[in-house]
Nanobody
Framework: QVQLVESGGGLVQAGGSLRISCAALGSTFKINVMGWYRQAPGKQRDLVATITSGDSANYADSVKGRFTISRDNAKNTVYLQMSSLKPEDTARYYC?????????WGQGTQVTVSS
């Protein structure tokens, strides 16, 4: 079992920056990929970024060049550094971890970008 706990969300003005974190607990050795997804009210949950255990990162086109995903394997934590934030980045951000036989979601953290 892997549990995920997100933190660091909040309210920020457009153009600002914010970093959110996700700590993995439990059988973390089973995790291959960690990532961030986001869901705005009335919309589907979309991929934001993923990172593998080998630090290979993948980004949605909408956040490339603005967001950076990173991973601290010693702390079993993944980060999402968000810069040049736009109002359309407003959403609940969910952490996800996947291994060969499982996938786990965190409870989410709200990011609100004011114009």
């Amino acid at each position: 079992q892997v549990q995920l706990v997100e933190s660091g969300g909040g309210l920020v003005q457009a153009g600002g920056s914010l970093r959110i974190s996700c700590a993995a607990l439990g059988s973390t050795f089973k995790i291959n990929v960690m990532g961030w997804y986001r869901q705005a009210p009335g919309k589907q949950r979309d991929l934001v970024a993923t990172i593998t255990s080998g630090d290979s990162a993948n980004y949605a086109d909408s956040v490339k060049g603005r967001f950076t995903i990173s991973r601290d394997n010693a702390k079993n934590t993944v980060y999402l550094q968000m810069s040049s934030l736009k109002p359309e980045d407003t959403a609940r951000y969910y952490c996800h971890a996947a291994g060969a036989t499982f996938g786990s979601w965190g409870q989410g953290t709200q990011v609100t970008v004011s114009s």
